[in-house]
Every structure is written in structure tokens, then in C-alpha cells.
């Protein structure tokens, strides 16, 4: 079956570690995403991506980065300056890379705790 | 910059009665509209989208949406609710064709929904 797998589901870090988060999709798109959820806020852009070895910033970039080696996989890091880190990321992806009308398929998500 | 107000952050309502979930954008030209439902500790679904045409739009699980311009509108509907459609729902308004650039996808806060039997 097609889909986005996003791992680890449930992550935990100490303060002052960066981590990495898993992005993988087997449709074949060519736009990817990273969106932060908290509560009451919806989702916010991070980053996205709508070609291989090509990426903007979102709305909330700070303290995160990516890459896009592959078409098929959008890792994001978090790293040790980001100010508030626990969240839920949610990964995306859709079909094109022409503007954002395309629907966007997202995985199950990451459960980022700092500790 | 486009923005999208979910009003209601929390709507109780009972199974097999029917159900509106309000949203609001703000975007100067065509917008294109999506309703996302997102069950606890899941990804977004897609229920329904609206790009052009006819305002009445026909999504998945019985729901339907309508889009009304001069109010800047595009509420949720379902006739009838069951207890599965507990969750999470979320409006969102895409920059359109003329802006590019600034093409992005801006979510709403999200309305949960609790079906009381």
C-alpha cells in the first residue's frame, strides 16, 4: 500500500540534543512538508520541499532543518536551538510541486517530547 | 496573507443529529478550500476541497461543504452524525494560482467534535 510512514511515533530528547525525524513516502510525490501542531494552534508550516535537492522555510523554520536528497524521503532535524521543541510534527506530501491545491497526504505523526 | 477562523473550538452534539462546523477565511483573490479531519494522535485526512465551480461541494463520509463567497465562508456539513466522526476537524485556505511565491497552506485552529450517544 502507499502512504508516508513518519518514525519514531513517540520520541524523547534531553535539552541541548539535536534529533532527527523520519519522513518516508512511497506515492511518488513530488512536494513534501513538515508541519508543527500544538494544542489550539492547528498546524504550522516548518519547511517544505517540492523537488529534490530544493527546499523552502515555512512559517516557523527557526531551530529546524532539512534535507531532500531523495525524492522519497524529507528528514527534519530539530536541533538544540529551538526554543520549545515538544510538539506533534506532521509530515506531508502531495503530488505536484505547482502551488499548494494539490491534496496533501499526511503520515501518523511524531510525538516529540523534551525532557 | 490569507487566514482561516474557526470560530467554535469545541461542539457537542448528539448521534444521528446533524452537524454545521463554522469557517471563515480571509484571502484577497480565489482561494482554494480544504476541510482535514484528524482523529487523536493521527495524521489529517482530507474530507473534501473546493477549487472552483459549483460552491456545494461532496466529500467523504457524508460530509459536504459549501462555499459562499460573500461571506467568506466554508462551512462543514453532515446530515447525521455517528459516533466514529468524533475527532478533530480543520479548515484550510491555499494561496491560488496568481500568488506565486507565497504559496502555502494555512490551517485553522480545528473544531473537536464529541458525539454523545
Known amino acids: 500500500d502507499g502512504g508516508i510512514t513518519q518514525s519514531p511515533k513517540y520520541l524523547f530528547r534531553k535539552e541541548g540534543q539535536n534529533v532527527t525525524l523520519s519522513c518516508e513516502q512511497n506515492?511518488?510525490?513530488?512536494?513534501m512538508y513538515w508541519y508543527r501542531q500544538d494544542p489550539g494552534q492547528g498546524l504550522r508550516l516548518i519547511y517544505y520541499s517540492q523537488i529534490v535537492n530544493d527546499f523552502q522555510k515555512g512559517d516557523i523554520a527557526e531551530g529546524y532543518s532539512v534535507s531532500r536528497e531523495k525524492k522519497e524521503s524529507f528528514p527534519l532535524t530539530v536541533t538544540s536551538a529551538q526554543k520549545n521543541p515538544t510538539a506533534f510534527y506532521l509530515c506531508?506530501?502531495?503530488?505536484?510541486?505547482?502551488?499548494?491545491?494539490?491534496?496533501?497526504?499526511f503520515g501518523p505523526g511524531t510525538r516529540l517530547t523534551v525532557l | 496573507a490569507q487566514s482561516v477562523t474557526q470560530p467554535d473550538i469545541h461542539i457537542t452534539v448528539s448521534e444521528g443529529a446533524s452537524l454545521e462546523l463554522r469557517c471563515n477565511y480571509s484571502?484577497?483573490?480565489?482561494?482554494?478550500l480544504f476541510w482535514y479531519v484528524q482523529s487523536p494522535g493521527q495524521g489529517l485526512q482530507l474530507l473534501l476541497k473546493?477549487?472552483?465551480?459549483?460552491?456545494l461541494v461532496q466529500g467523504i463520509k457524508g460530509f459536504e461543504a459549501e462555499f459562499k463567497r460573500s461571506q467568506s465562508s466554508f462551512n462543514l456539513r453532515k446530515p447525521s452524525v455517528h459516533w466514529s466522526d468524533a475527532a478533530e476537524y480543520f479548515c484550510?485556505?491555499?494561496?491560488?494560482?496568481?500568488?506565486?511565491?507565497?504559496?502555502?497552506?494555512?490551517f485553522g485552529t480545528g473544531t473537536r467534535l464529541t458525539i454523545i450517544p
Open positions: 506515492l511518488n510525490h513530488d512536494a
Open positions: 484550510a485556505v491555499g494561496a491560488g494560482p496568481s500568488n506565486f511565491g507565497n504559496e502555502k497552506l494555512t
Open positions: 473546493y477549487f472552483s465551480g459549483d460552491t
Open positions: 506531508a506530501s502531495s503530488i505536484a510541486a505547482g502551488g499548494f491545491k494539490d491534496t496533501q497526504y
Open positions: 484571502y484577497g483573490a480565489t482561494p482554494y
